[in-house]
């Protein structure tokens, strides 16, 4: 049935996350919560669209943070083209802002409404991309009008003269204008209306293929997933449980969470909605049991699960081109 099932920690040449882990801690005696546990995940040096799913807490936002090297992880290590991120010598510091960016869920909190957006671009475009300042403009007008933009219909705005849809190009022009290798976009559409959703990640698809461009794309919404993304990676409860080409992830999950996950989009067949809603009530219930168990955290919803998945942590475990963490694929039934 499987093609080959070993455990391994995959390697790739333009990012590898090596068990990355980020603890946050709350009150007097520091409880310590790991948002982000243990993920190992790596995207090849090339051209594509890794999506990364999972229902709200799970920790991709706190994931991004941490490659874009805003969070320190508490252990393990983020490389990106083989150099630490969050060990960046000075002079490497400028050259992972232009290598790597970012565009978040809201575009208006991603500039100030008192200084007018063309004042962002022109910084990017001298400051960090190292354009002559006398093609600055030029090149801004070429990138804008990559995204659908024009300088003339920017150059004199505030934030709150753009409608969303408008701001959020902008923010994705800026990030262009680097010239990246991988850019980071964390929910960048849900906040748009579903008509223009579909038109800025046809964008990323056009990007990735015309410049070459890495995405890593954060969403809930698995049908834009499935349409851009070459791979998905799903996340539950601060851990990566499934990742790999994103038909068969999508089509034939392995993950027992991911098969839940599946079965959570409406489909005329009526049990698979039950079998969903019951998992959501059990959430609930055992919601605190789950952060502190020792074994598998999905072990309590999972109707797969052994006396194994609720004592020890399951490993990730390579099944053909995919990597799931879930006993139910290991050699070692011990
Ligand atoms: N700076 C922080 N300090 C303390 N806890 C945090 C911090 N940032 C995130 N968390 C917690 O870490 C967990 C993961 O949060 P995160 O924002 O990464 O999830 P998410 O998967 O992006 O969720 P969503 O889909 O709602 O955006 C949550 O329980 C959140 O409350
Ligand atoms: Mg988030």
């Excluded at 929910?187 to 964008?203: C, F």
């Excluded at 049991?289 to 797969?304: D, L, M, N, T, V």
């Amino acid at each position: 049935m499987l093609a080959t099932c070993k455990e391994v920690r995959p390697v790739g040449n333009l990012l590898e996350l090596r068990s990355v882990t980020k603890i946050f801690r709350y009150g007097l005696f520091g409880f310590g919560f790991k948002a982000v546990d243990g993920v190992s995940l790596a995207l090849e040096d090339k051209p594509l669209i890794l999506t990364i799913a999972g229902e709200s807490g799970s920790g991709k936002t706190t994931l991004a943070r941490i490659i874009l090297g805003f969070h320190v992880p508490d252990s393990g290590e983020v490389l990106y083209k083989g150099r630490n991120v969050h060990r960046l010598q000075s002079g490497d510091i400028k050259w992972f802002r232009r290598e790597v960016q970012a565009v978040f869920q809201d575009p208006y909190s991603s500039f100030n409404p008192l200084r007018k957006v063309y004042s962002y671009l022109h910084e990017t475009a001298v400051n960090i991309a190292s354009v002559d300042k006398r093609e600055a403009d030029g090149y801004i007008d070429t990138v804008l009008k990559a995204v659908g933009l024009s300088l003339d219909k920017v150059i004199n705005k505030y934030p709150h003269e753009f409608s969303g849809g408008e701001l959020q190009r902008v923010a994705i022009a800026r990030a262009l204008l680097t010239r990246p290798r991988l850019i980071i976009a964390d929910e960048p559409v849900s906040m748009l209306d579903a008509s223009l959703r579909i038109n800025i990640v046809n964008m990323f698809k056009e990007f990735k293929e015309r410049y070459g461009i890495a995405f890593i794309y954060i969403t809930h919404d698995l049908s834009t997933a499935y349409y851009i993304s070459d791979e998905i990676a799903i996340m539950y409860r601060g851990s990566v449980v499934e990742h790999g080409p994103v038909e068969k992830v999508l089509i034939e999950p392995l993950h027992p969470y991911t098969q839940t996950l599946m079965e959570s989009i409406p489909m005329p067949e009526p049990k698979a909605r039950e079998r969903w809603l019951k998992t959501i009530k059990l959430s609930g219930v055992i919601e605190e049991k789950e952060f502190i168990a020792g074994g598998c955290k999905y072990a309590s919803r999972c109707p797969y699960a052994s006396k194994k998945c609720f004592e020890k942590p399951p490993q990730d475990i390579v099944v053909g081109d995919r990597v799931v963490k879930c006993w139910l694929y290991s050699e070692q039934k011990t």
